[in-house]
């Protein structure tokens, strides 16, 4: 068990790293996303990119692993409305089929579950 979970932390650190790392290569596709009740759009793109590689990469460091799976627990929640103002309005988004909007909602909560998987302590 404890090989599987080494692996899949790393798998999960280096999603949040590349997908951390596309907010500067793509920042309009998550200009996009925001929700336009949410101020300085660019601003929290860019800082939540920032927290997805730092996560990511605290997340494989054994010494900050922990304390990064709960940032990434508290970044997951920070985003969800994100993850709504997507669902609820899937015309701004007409590359993506809309049940694959509304299947993030769910996705979430796993994702959510998985990083708290990391916040028990252990040798991994």
Do not use: D
């Amino acid at each position: 068990m404890e090989t599987f979970k080494f692996i899949t932390k790393v798998i999960f650190g280096l999603v949040f790293i590349a997908a951390g790392a596309n907010h500067f290569i793509n920042p309009k596709f998550y200009l996009s996303m925001m929700p336009p009740y949410l101020p300085w759009p660019y601003t929290l793109v860019i800082l939540s990119g920032v927290a997805e590689v730092a996560l990511g990469v605290g997340l494989l460091v054994p010494q900050t692993s922990q304390y990064a799976a709960w940032g990434l627990i508290f970044l997951l929640i920070a985003v969800f409305p994100a993850n709504i103002h997507m669902a609820t309005n899937p015309e701004l988004f007409p590359t993506i089929p809309s049940l694959m909007l509304w299947l993030r909602l769910p996705l979430q909560g796993v994702l959510i579950l998985w990083a708290y998987w990391y916040t028990r302590g252990g040798p991994v």
